[in-house]
């Protein structure tokens, strides 16, 4: 058989394994209800925000401010919640050393894994933003479209693009959790690594921006701080690519391209730690088992 073909069966076989992956882990993800609470939940919040700051008369662009900040908190939160656990528990219970009985890779296993969780994610959260969307389509007023004091419009497609924005964190911060859960040896070390990983994206960057301005650094060097961490780069693109648009600011919020990058870097980054963390789980294991009988002695 010549390269060519042999690297198509490998191709083959491994997006194979993939969907096979992907196709059990979602129907585990459809079947488990505290999904479904956790939607109707996340609606309830994001409508009644809506509705209390009163964003749905008056445009899709106010409704993204309204939902801005409590974005930053309950999509992580979220995404987090759906991440902790997916890859300790096959690793844990020993479901994943029979799946690598059969002819799938841990890349396959990993990319399958997380596929899914991110389908599931995207269901959790995209139904309510989309349905607090429709609402805000159907109360505005018919004179909120354009803004006389600006040079921008309030469009839905200003909002379709908040809610791409909103996948894409929900993507780093699930990718960037389930790689913590590779890592973990118990399911509460998963939790504790997890909820770190929660406070230090939604806090650590604006405390780090906070603290270098405290200590004189230029606030010329903002926009570049501002996209290292996933929740400084998802507000970073809001302004830049949706509020920024209607009002036509002078822009300089944060760099697209760096901020675009830095969620799919973290995305990719998380899937590339997991993928190492369970091929080379043993070796983890006894490294934290010599470090534990250091300890004791």
Do not use: C, K
Request: net charge positive; aromatic share 6%; glycine share 14%.
């Amino acid at each position: 058989m010549s390269g060519r073909g042999r690297t198509g069966t490998s191709l083959g076989g491994a997006l194979r394994a993939t969907g096979s992956v992907f196709r059990r882990e979602l129907a585990t993800a459809f079947r488990t209800p505290g999904y479904a609470v956790l939607a109707l939940g996340l609606l309830a919040v994001l409508g009644g925000l809506v509705a209390v700051g009163g964003g749905g008369g008056t445009g899709f662009v106010p409704a993204v401010v309204d939902l801005l900040l409590p974005t930053e908190v309950l999509v992580p939160l979220l995404a987090v919640a759906l991440g902790y656990r997916a890859l300790h528990s096959d690793a844990a219970s020993g479901e994943l050393a029979v799946i690598r009985t059969y002819p799938v890779s841990v890349t396959s296993y990993v990319l399958g894994v997380l596929l899914a969780r991110l389908v599931a994610l995207l269901a959790i959260v995209a139904v309510p933003f989309a349905l607090v969307g429709g609402y805000v389509w159907l109360t505005a007023a018919p004179d909120t479209g354009i803004y006389a004091t600006h040079a921008g419009v309030d469009s839905p497609l200003l909002y379709l693009r908040f809610v791409a924005l909103v996948a894409l964190l929900g993507a780093a911060f699930l990718s960037l959790s389930a790689a913590l859960s590779a890592v973990a040896s118990t399911r509460r070390s998963a939790l504790a690594l997890a909820l770190l990983a929660l406070v230090a994206g939604v806090l650590g960057g604006d405390l780090a921006l906070l603290r270098s301005l405290a200590s004189g650094a230029s606030p010329a060097g903002i926009p570049a701080q501002l996209a290292l961490t996933p929740n400084g780069a998802f507000r970073g693109l809001v302004f830049e690519t949706v509020i920024g648009v209607a009002f036509a600011p002078d822009g300089g919020v944060v760099d697209v391209g760096r901020a675009v990058g830095s969620l799919v870097g973290w995305t990719l980054g998380g899937g590339a730690v997991a993928v190492a963390s369970l091929a080379f789980r043993s070796r983890i294991d006894a490294a934290i088992e010599r470090v534990r009988f250091r300890r004791e002695e």
